[in-house]
């Protein structure tokens, strides 16, 4: 009985693997990938932008006799290297600077409640170093329009300076900060010719932690810390750049 038993247990592993291997064999489907990026070529880019305003006697909203004066400017090179086909490897730098100027302003909630903001004087700065890995992904047979995704692991951190006030009245913050970012970034690509192309990301996963230590007149010290996790789509995360794969 004991040997009929061990018999029974063996035809039945038998025709359990057999089953699962049919059902494997039924559900594969099949996909095929081309060389969308082939290995050996060096994927480069840099995105560049640069805005300045000037308020004089402005008016929007809640907001009157507007007096001043902003500009933002980012830059941001890239450089990657395909090391397999359809995987590459490689980092980007980022400096942002910005200042605000505001010389005044009139805050006009009802005609009993108003405030006055006057020499208001802002500018920051940061820089970032960001380590990628990017998996492409082709439509198909296109060579033209692909998919890839993006993992990003990012270092960074700046400063900045808020004054307000003028004379014996005037006060200031100075602050530092560091973060750390963790993130998930897939996109979509398309070729204008062999060399150059057209991408479009956006941020979904992510996880960021930041540092920040503020002094205000050289006297009171505070400390901030903050973390954050994004498992969403977020709209005014979408970046659009140009590459060059060369």
């Known amino acids: 009985m004991r040997q009929k038993a061990i018999a029974l247990l063996v035809l039945l592993f038998i025709l359990c693997g057999a089953s699962r291997a049919g059902a494997q064999e039924q559900f594969r489907r099949g996909l095929q990938q081309i060389s969308f990026v082939p290995k050996g070529q060096w994927i480069t880019g840099v995105s560049v932008s640069y805005s300045q305003s000037n308020q004089s006697n402005y008016q929007f909203l809640v907001v009157e006799n507007l007096n001043g004066d902003t500009y933002n400017f980012k830059l941001s090179p890239m450089l990657m290297y395909c090391f397999k086909d359809n995987l590459a490897a490689g980092g980007r730098f980022s400096y942002k600077r910005s200042k605000v100027d505001l010389r005044s302003a009139d805050v006009v909630l009802d005609s009993e409640t108003g405030y006055n903001v006057d020499n ?3 500018i920051s700065q940061s820089w970032y170093g960001t380590a990628a890995f990017r998996n492409y992904i082709s439509l198909g047979n296109n060579r033209r329009f692909g998919m890839f995704n993006e993992v990003q692991l990012e270092i960074g951190g700046g400063d900045s300076k ?3 006030g003028s004379g014996d009245d005037l ?5 530092r900060n560091v973060s750390f970012n963790v ?3 897939p996109g979509m ?5 062999n060399y150059s192309a057209i ?3 956006i941020g979904v996963l992510g996880f960021s932690y930041s540092h920040s230590k503020a ?4 006297v009171y010290v505070a400390h901030a810390n903050s973390q954050s ?4 789509i977020n709209l005014f995360s979408i970046t659009f750049g140009v590459a060059f794969y060369l």
């Open 171 to 175: 006060t200031g913050t100075y602050s």
């Open 162 to 164: 808020i004054c307000n």
């Open 199 to 201: 991408e479009v990301n």
């Open 120 to 122: 208001l004087y802002s």
């Open 189 to 193: 690509i398309m070729f204008l010719n």
């Open 183 to 185: 993130g998930l970034a």
């Open 215 to 218: 002094t205000t007149d050289r």
């Open 229 to 232: 996790a994004n498992f969403k």
